[in-house]
């Protein structure tokens, strides 16, 4: 049956980038949360210091849970071979901290998407960067999960592979046993898509999942398509909800993900108004996994 993890969304600029909030708070509150692991990101400010990571483990092992998955978004679509090289030095001390903290699942992206990019070479750069890092991993027990990420904060452009066919062809090039794909819904809305295709599509390689939802403030989807579809900003129209209460269908996704034998960890990217939402977010998918694999 799958896990339940939780990911500090509504948390991100205290952690990571004023410091207004500590990790041991963070733990503190996703303690008392009906989950089963903590999903971490290598831009915790307090994750710098390589001394703490030890520590941190334990806070969260000593309250029952476990750091499963790390978020991290490596630029692998570089033209300069310096630069990749630079980030698949960094996707291997992701690694590192991964395997420092227990846990099995390290992200991996393709990269921004240069508009100097062909289809072609993007993914060849990008598949060839991921797979320098597969046997560093494997040898550490960790499996690398790739997203059908939107954008990173600090990226110029939206992600390469983020659009459908772009994806699936970037996951169909890696076959290797520590490879798979980190499946997130309402990303693919932002790609002006349809999430169920996409799972459809990739299932049969899913190893972990982000929840979340997002809800429409104005218009129609095909509104969505013909306006944002793809866009360099967040897509104006949409906003970020509580899980259950928008566009994705989680009875359908969970049915394909089940049919797959999927059991993995599910981690809960949403809560952006506060803690209250995010308990009401974990009892709806609790409610969800248990009516289709319990």
């Not at 500590?22 to 903590?38: F, H, N, P, T």
């Not at 070479?121 to 960790?142: K, M, T």
């Not at 989807?221 to 209460?245: P, T």
């Amino acid at each position: 049956m799958p896990k339940l993890a939780a990911f500090p969304k509504a948390f991100m600029q205290a952690l990571c980038k004023d410091g207004s909030m500590k990790l041991s708070e963070w733990i503190g509150l996703a303690s008392k949360l009906d989950v089963q692991g903590l999903e971490w990101y290598a831009g915790f400010l307090e994750m710098a210091n390589e001394r703490n990571w030890a520590g941190f483990r334990k806070q969260v092992e000593d309250l029952g849970l476990v750091i499963p998955m790390m978020c991290c978004s490596p630029d692998f679509t570089h033209p300069d071979a310096a630069f990749r090289e630079a980030q698949i030095a960094k996707q291997k001390g992701w690694i590192d901290m991964t395997h420092a903290l227990g846990g099995s699942y390290c992200r991996v992206l393709s990269g921004q998407r240069r508009p100097e990019l062909t289809m072609d070479q993007g993914v060849s750069l990008a598949a060839e960067c991921i797979e320098a890092c597969l046997p560093y991993a494997q040898e550490r027990d960790i499996t690398l999960i790739i997203e059908n990420h939107y954008k990173d904060d600090f990226w110029d452009y939206p992600e390469f592979a983020q659009k459908m066919d772009v994806f699936c062809k970037l996951v169909d090039r890696i076959d290797h046993p520590a490879f798979g794909v980190n499946y997130d819904p309402s990303n693919t809305y932002l790609a002006g898509e349809d999430p169920l295709e996409l799972l459809r599509r990739v299932s049969h390689r899913v190893v972990t999942m982000h929840a979340s939802d997002r809800y429409l403030i104005e218009g129609t989807i095909e509104d969505l398509r013909k306006e944002e579809g793809g866009s360099a900003g967040y897509a104006k129209r949409l906003r970020h909800g509580e899980i259950g209460k928008g566009l994705n269908d989680y009875d359908a996704i969970f049915t394909e993900l089940k049919s797959k034998g999927f059991d993995g960890w599910i981690s809960i990217e949403d809560g952006i108004e506060g803690m209250d939402q995010l308990e009401r977010s974990v009892a709806f998918l609790k409610k969800k996994i248990a009516a289709h694999w319990g």
